[in-house]
């Protein structure tokens, strides 16, 4: 079958070909021909409905969408899969719907505890509305309310008095320019599972990690995004995911729940990562990340455990399914 790789620009040179950074581009275009699939990336031009009408004259069966944001801007990074549902293509991922809810950090959480999952308690902090801090529980996590991957999240994110917070507000305010989530700090087992799945269908989990706690004792308790980024800053921190030992089964059974339940009370579809926190015996939503990393050596997902070609065979699976189940409609 033909397949279209939709990327972002930037992970493309002059010459059409991925750049070597581009690890997950790769690691995706590598699993579909190892399917036995015929591939050709597009990076997402400028007018996107150039890049369709490239697509379609392709006859591509299916659009792999790799595209993380839209002319630069990660708020409209349903945009595309917009689109794509507008001209009746098959494609991977999560709806635009889907994509555009869990964008909002804050949204996702109420749509979720209304679901009668445990979610941290959250503030919104802009430079009109920065009364919050005088009715908060101490410690906090300040966050861009519609960040991704982390970003804006370092070692300083980690509040623990009015002072610190607003002065990490603002500081996210002024690189971001848009509102801030400050947020209860869960002092619980962090998790991250992986999954796919239909909207109504059957959820499959294919694994789950466990964030090791620091090796210096007091220290935050985060997957911070220089942590996320650098290997190195991963052995000194200590914070780095690793597969579930046996000893945490049980709670690992209370997170496969916890995720089943959010997976279909935000209609998502495709695939998705959930990150949650497990204190007490309760299991807290953190938040959820459709169309998820899929870097084959990805710490938070342990591809190596499962195997990264059967996880895109699935993807590839799901996106023809969806757009089949919707002409019978």
Same mark, same amino acid.
């Given at each position: 079958?033909?397949?279209?790789? +939709? +990327?972002?620009?930037?992970?493309?040179?002059?010459d059409?070909?991925?750049?070597?950074?581009? %690890?997950?581009?790769?690691?995706?275009?590598?699993?579909?021909?190892?399917?036995?699939?015929?591939?050709?990336?597009?990076?997402?031009?400028?007018?996107?409905?150039?890049t369709?009408?490239?697509?379609?004259?392709?006859?591509?069966?299916? +659009?792999?969408?790799?595209?993380?944001?839209?002319?630069?801007?990660?708020?409209?990074?349903?945009?595309?899969?917009t689109?794509?549902?507008?001209?009746?293509?098959?494609?991977?991922?999560?709806?635009?719907?889907?994509?555009?809810?869990?964008?909002? &950090?804050?949204?996702s959480?109420?749509? *979720?505890?209304a679901?009668?999952?445990?979610?941290?308690r959250?503030?919104?902090?802009?430079p009109?509305?920065?009364?919050w801090?005088?009715r908060?529980?101490?410690?906090?996590?300040?966050k861009?309310?519609?960040?991704?991957g982390?970003?804006?999240?370092?070692? &300083?994110? *980690?509040?623990?008095?009015?002072?610190?917070?607003?002065?990490?507000?603002?500081?996210?305010?002024?690189?971001?320019?848009?509102?801030?989530?400050?947020?209860?700090?869960i002092d619980?087992?962090?998790?991250?599972?992986?999954?796919?799945?239909?909207?109504?269908?059957?959820l499959?989990?294919w694994?789950?990690?466990?964030?090791?706690?620091?090796k210096?004792?007091?220290?935050p308790?985060?997957?911070?995004?220089?942590?996320?980024?650098?290997?190195?800053?991963?052995?000194?921190?200590?914070?780095?995911y690793?597969?579930?030992d046996?000893?945490?089964?049980?709670?690992?059974?209370?997170?496969?729940?916890?995720?089943?339940?959010?997976?279909?009370?935000?209609?998502?579809?495709?695939y998705?990562?959930?990150?949650?926190?497990?204190?007490?015996?309760?299991?807290?939503?953190?938040?959820?990340?459709?169309?998820? %990393?899929? %870097?084959?050596?990805?710490?938070?997902?342990?591809?190596?455990?499962?195997?990264?070609?059967?996880?895109?065979?699935?993807?590839?699976?799901?996106?023809?399914?969806?757009?089949q189940?919707?002409?019978?409609?």
């Amino acid at each position: 079958m033909n397949i279209a790789v +939709v +990327v972002d620009q930037e992970t493309v040179k002059r010459d059409g070909t991925l750049r070597a950074d581009a %690890n997950a581009e790769r690691d995706v275009c590598g699993a579909l021909r190892e399917l036995g699939h015929h591939i050709r990336v597009w990076p997402l031009a400028l007018s996107a409905s150039e890049t369709l009408s490239e697509i379609r004259g392709w006859q591509a069966g299916l +659009v792999f969408n790799l595209t993380e944001h839209y002319q630069g801007d990660r708020d409209r990074d349903h945009f595309f899969a917009t689109l794509l549902e507008h001209y009746g293509f098959a494609f991977t991922g999560a709806s635009s719907a889907a994509l555009s809810l869990c964008r909002d &950090k804050e949204a996702s959480k109420r749509i *979720v505890e209304a679901a009668g999952i445990a979610v941290p308690r959250t503030y919104l902090w802009t430079p009109e509305r920065d009364d919050w801090a005088s009715r908060v529980q101490w410690p906090l996590i300040i966050k861009p309310l519609r960040g991704d991957g982390s970003e804006h999240i370092t070692s &300083k994110s *980690v509040v623990a008095n009015s002072h610190q917070a607003q002065r990490r507000a603002q500081s996210v305010w002024r690189h971001t320019q848009q509102a801030v989530l400050a947020e209860q700090y869960i002092d619980g087992t962090e998790y991250t599972i992986t999954v796919t799945g239909s909207v109504g269908g059957t959820l499959k989990v294919w694994g789950v990690s466990v964030l090791n706690r620091p090796k210096r004792a007091g220290d935050p308790y985060l997957y911070a995004h220089e942590v996320k980024n650098g290997r190195n800053l991963k052995r000194h921190h200590g914070n780095d995911y690793v597969a579930c030992d046996p000893i945490f089964e049980p709670e690992v059974g209370a997170v496969a729940t916890a995720a089943a339940t959010c997976f279909a009370t935000l209609r998502l579809d495709g695939y998705a990562r959930f990150d949650f926190r497990v204190l007490e015996g309760r299991c807290y939503f953190l938040e959820a990340n459709p169309n998820s %990393n899929l %870097n084959r050596d990805s710490d938070a997902t342990q591809f190596r455990r499962f195997g990264h070609t059967a996880f895109i065979a699935e993807v590839v699976r799901l996106g023809l399914e969806r757009t089949q189940m919707a002409a019978k409609r």
